[in-house]
């Protein structure tokens, strides 16, 4: 008989957002749903900009040529981008990371889902609590629900900023702007991280889907900020909520070349290898209009464009954390960063207040405990609607007898 992998029965039923998206359907077959309003899933609504588009339909017409069609590419990613990618977010801000140690993809799920695959399972795994699910998921999926996996509760006292683990740890999720608390880590606070991976040769996974969304240039948009942080992390980076590509899907994954680590057989073996092992394996590469697109966000109308999208979300972001001051509830996030993390008002759990914001308001968000048991009490709201639809919703908030 054969068996399944049952870490899998130890999962919750279903993924956070496909919950949300049943308890939407729900709704909808009683209500009409041109009155309900979506700020939970983070999921972009302007469209793709001009540029991008322009990119794309150009790379769509060599694919109908037999002189310029592609077949498969590399794995890791056409030069094209990958060039772009060092020259625009690394190197033109002071960062020395080469093409070669960026890996395309086709999401900063996939590769934070995926990153396990090259690390031992004997790993200790810290997670902060609320954390994005994937890494939680993706690690019972691969341990099941070890005791190697240990919880970094952030809460209002810590100012959702971890502490530095005082146990063994040899792996850490950190992301920074965090989803989905929206708080953000300084410098100095993420120096600490480094110095204490480097100390105990631990490995950060950096995930950085929203850097874009630091409004202050002191804050650190990328770990490689850091001195010496290429020998203890991976940074994950996305064109989803910068570019808007939530649905045409495309991110990349930093893995210096630095970063090493020794083996059982005294061998000092790179990761950088190991993920190039991994990726040829088990994926084809993201496509080439994908790319094409991607490599449309650096050319400097892209990037003025992108910098018009970013700048329009974090509008709705400014409006939703005042709306909710105003209204007297307790706000942490939205500054630097498109997710609004608030305090349920006093009595109700994150379910209760999902269920009563959706009856009474008609506005779906996310419950925090949907994010982890330290989320239990707070709620999130996305900044990714249109402006319309965002002040809308701080009305309707706004006139609400809670
Ligand atoms: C979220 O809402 O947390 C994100 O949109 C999920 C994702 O980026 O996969």
């Known amino acids: 008989m054969f068996r399944i992998n049952e870490n899998y029965l130890q999962l919750n039923q279903s993924y ?4 949300i998206a049943k308890k939407i359907e729900a709704f909808n077959t009683a209500n009409l749903e041109s009155d309900l309003i979506r700020l939970g899933i983070g999921d972009v609504t302007l469209p793709l900009s001009p540029t991008v588009i322009s990119a ?3 790379a769509v017409d060599e694919m109908a040529s037999s002189n310029t069609f592609r077949g498969y590419g590399p794995e890791q990613g056409y030069d094209f981008l990958r060039n772009k990618i060092a020259e625009i977010d690394f190197r033109g801000r002071g960062i020395e990371i080469s093409a070669d140690e960026i890996f395309v993809s086709d999401g900063s799920k996939s590769d934070t889902g995926n990153i ?3 690390l031992g399972e004997e790993n200790v795994v810290a997670i902060t609590n609320p954390v994005y699910p994937v890494y939680m998921d993706s690690n019972i999926m691969r341990l099941g629900k070890s005791s190697n996996i240990l919880l970094l509760t952030c809460s209002k006292e810590n100012g959702f900023i971890p502490e530095l683990p005082t146990e063994r740890v040899d792996v850490v999720y950190l992301c920074f702007p965090n989803n989905p608390t929206g708080t953000v880590m300084t410098k100095s606070e993420l120096a600490k991280w480094v110095n204490w991976a480097l100390e105990n ?3 950060i996974l950096f995930d950085a889907a929203y850097e874009a969304y630091i409004q202050d240039a002191n804050l650190p948009r990328s770990i490689f900020e850091l001195e010496n942080a290429k020998r203890c992390a991976i940074e994950f980076r996305s064109f989803s909520k910068n570019a808007g590509f939530t649905g045409l899907r495309c991110s990349y994954t930093v893995v210096p070349k630095e970063l090493k680590v020794r083996a059982s057989n005294g061998d000092m073996v790179s990761l950088h290898g190991l993920w190039n092992r991994r990726q040829s394996t088990k994926f084809n ?3 080439y209009i994908v790319q094409r ?4 966000v650096y ?10 999208m970013v700048a329009y979300y974090m509008q709705n972001a400014t409006v939703i954390r005042e709306g909710l001051i105003g209204r ?3 706000v942490f996030g939205g500054e630097h960063a498109p997710y609004i993390w608030l305090q349920c008002p006093t009595g109700l759990d994150s379910w209760a207040f999902f269920d009563l914001l959706l009856e009474k308001c008609h506005i779906v968000g996310t419950p925090g405990v949907g994010f982890g048991s330290a989320g239990e009490g707070y709620f999130r709201l996305t900044a990714f609607n249109t402006h319309e639809k965002t002040l809308e919703a701080v009305e309707r908030i706004t006139q609400w007898n809670i």
């Not at 956070?16 to 919950?19: E, G, V």
């Not at 697109?293 to 449309?296: S, T």
């Open 293 to 296: 697109a991607a490599e449309a």
């Open 56 to 58: 794309l339909h150009s």
């Open 201 to 203: 040769e631990s490995l």
């Open 285 to 287: 590469g993201t496509p």
């Open 299 to 308: 050319s400097p109308q892209g990037q003025q464009e992108t910098q018009e």
């Open 16 to 19: 956070l957002f496909s919950t």
């Open 328 to 330: 007297g509830l307790t």
């Open 116 to 118: 396990g695959d090259i």
